[in-house]
């Protein structure tokens, strides 16, 4: 069974049809690239996924189990964790906060555990304690624990986002434009760190970018949309030489 | 120890103010202030879940005060008063020692309940629309009681003197000083518990970034439930603390103008900052008795203050942050700011 499946997405904005009849297989692994032109329906497609928009056609499955109809932090629940455009963090929180709060997908207490401090409550807050300071140490975030995440630099709360999806453990990552705003050692950084993680985590990456640098070093295949349609797949260097990209890209060359 | 030091300052508070009350230290008049105080910081700091850490911007604080103070009146009237509206008491008044507390929760109950009124449409809605939605449930609340005769309507409600002269009679203590400030404790401990959690957390969360944190997993219907029906639930138990101190209710207590009370007094302290809460209570309950001399100008001179809190600053006294986060010297007394996460 695959285990990720995107089978005849459509979605319509109003009269706009935003995606039509996209479709995608994940057997477990991959590292796959999502590119096109601005509104091209990328991040339209991820928000499909993660259950902020409902299709208006189309199925979503995860190891076989149905999307449909889920809210997005029970979607989170069944493995899937995403990064945002533009970062998406709770700014007026700790770095440790931030880490901690996403492990309400699976917490295991309720209200009454919470007011009296039962001792499933303390358990459980220990573990998410440890997880959560673990994850920032993998990362070398360990020294910015405390600190709120509006007072880091850029590049350092896109690995607070990627850290914040990491613990939720997840099947299937979902990166939108990650080195967008990013310098060029930053960039050269993300995409060792990306690397890393599907390593170590065993992690199915899938990534929107802009950045051709980032696409064509890491991904093994890329999809192209343009339109909410998708006008192409293959290789990197397949897709590089492809007269449809291009088109879509640059425009039509005269004759 | 510095774990402690907080509740063993509030112990000896606690001891200081029943004590005094008992043995007459204390002037009638200031017992009351004393239990407006503690009232006081039960509103502000329950309206601080949903106004300060939430950030929503709930104005119908008053609703839930009127269903807590109306339940928990009614409840001790009937069942351990003889009057002319319930008939005989059902129980021997002096039980209600007993079951005042156990009674008091029960309207706390009712009005989370009529709490979920806000609650339910804020998963649709949020901002100025779910702002107007509190307003109406406030005025619906007000109007619902002033309309039906057989709770005295718009001329109130009374008989939560005898009841609490039974109380008296059982054992002479300043029972109502008593229960307030427990229930004050406990609401600042359940509030306190509520926001360092990371269940509680994820209304930080919804407040920050609403979309980022149900997509991070954070179930904010739920959240939003929960953070409602606690905030109005402890509403609902000032409302009865309130009912029983003053003895006689009645629907003009709890308009709009209650609710804006509660809200000044949130946004004085600080949004999302707990002891800002307490603080501003206490200041403002104090003001306002302190100017009382001043009668009618009272209400040109607190506004002033509050004007020029807010040029000077805007974020409250306590924005976002802790006693001790201001005066870090604090810490050495009382811990440190994760002091749960260093207890575990």
Request: glycine fraction near 10%.
């Amino acid at each position: 069974m695959p285990l990720f499946e995107v089978d005849g997405l459509t979605h319509f904005f109003g009269g706009l049809k935003a995606v039509s009849n996209f479709n995608l297989t994940f057997e477990g692994g991959e590292l796959m690239g999502l590119i096109g032109p601005n509104g091209a329906g990328k991040t339209t497609i991820f928000n499909l996924v993660c259950g902020v928009y409902h299709p208006t056609r189309g199925e979503v499955k995860i190891g076989g189990q149905t999307l449909a109809g889920l809210f997005p932090h029970q979607v989170t629940a069944m493995g899937i964790a995403r990064t945002f455009q533009n970062i998406r963090l709770w700014p007026e929180m700790t770095v440790l906060d931030n880490i901690r709060v996403a492990h309400n997908y699976k917490l295991n207490y309720g209200f009454l555990d919470t007011m009296f401090q039962t001792s499933r409550y303390r358990a459980a807050e220990r573990r998410i304690d440890r997880q959560a300071r673990d994850v920032l140490e993998i990362l070398k975030l360990e020294d910015y624990a405390e600190e709120l995440a509006k007072n880091l630099p850029y590049g350092l709360q896109r690995k607070v986002e990627i850290a914040r999806a990491l613990v939720i453990r997840p099947k299937l990552l979902l990166l939108d434009e990650p080195s967008a705003g990013m310098n060029l050692g930053e960039k050269e950084a993300l995409i060792g760190l990306i690397r890393w993680m599907r390593k170590e985590f065993n992690l199915t990456i899938w990534l929107i970018e802009h950045e051709m640098r980032v696409v064509m070093n890491l991904c093994e295949k890329i999809q192209v949309l343009d339109f909410g349609e998708m006008i192409a797949q293959g290789t990197p260097e397949e897709i590089q030489g492809n007269p449809r990209v291009i088109e879509a890209y640059l425009g039509k060359e005269m004759d | 120890m510095t774990k402690h030091s907080l509740a063993i300052l509030a112990g000896i508070f606690f001891v200081l103010a029943v004590g005094l009350s008992w043995t007459g230290g204390l002037s009638s008049y200031s017992q009351l202030v004393l239990m407006f105080i503690g009232i006081n910081i039960m509103m502000s700091s329950s309206l601080n879940l949903v106004n300060g850490y939430m950030g929503e911007f709930s104005c119908g604080h008053a609703g839930f005060m009127a269903v807590g103070a109306y339940v928990t009146s009614l409840i001790t009237v009937w069942f351990f008063t003889k009057g002319s509206v319930f008939g005989p008491n059902l129980l021997p008044p002096a039980w209600a020692t007993v079951f005042f507390p156990f009674i008091l929760l029960f309207g706390g109950l009712i009005a989370a309940l009529v709490g979920l009124l806000v609650a339910i449409p804020s998963f649709r809605t949020r901002g100025d629309y779910l702002a107007i939605i509190t307003l109406a449930v406030n005025y619906i609340v007000k109007s619902a009681i002033e309309n039906i005769q057989a709770i005295g309507g718009a001329r109130g409600f009374m008989g939560m003197g005898r009841v609490v002269n039974g109380m008296q009679e059982v054992a002479d203590l300043p029972w109502m000083m008593i229960w307030t400030w427990v229930f004050v404790f406990l609401t600042i401990l359940l509030i306190k518990r509520f926001v360092s959690s990371t269940y509680g957390k994820g209304i930080i969360a919804i407040r920050e970034d609403e979309i980022a944190a149900e997509i991070l997993g954070v179930n904010t219907r739920r959240a939003k439930m929960v953070a409602f029906m606690l905030s109005s639930g402890l509403a609902g138990m000032a409302g009865g603390l309130f009912a029983h101190i003053l003895g006689y209710i009645n629907p003009g207590s709890f308009t709009i103008m209650k609710s804006t009370e509660a809200l000044v007094m949130v946004y004085l302290g600080g949004m999302g900052s707990l002891s800002g809460s307490v603080l501003s209570a206490v200041l403002f309950t104090l003001i306002l008795e302190i100017l009382r001399p001043l009668q009618l100008y009272k209400w040109v001179v607190v506004p002033l203050i509050l004007i020029l809190l807010m040029l000077f600053r805007t974020e409250g006294l306590l924005g976002h942050r802790e006693l001790t986060d201001v005066f870090p010297r604090l810490r050495r007394i009382f811990g440190p700011r994760e002091e749960i996460h260093a207890a575990l």
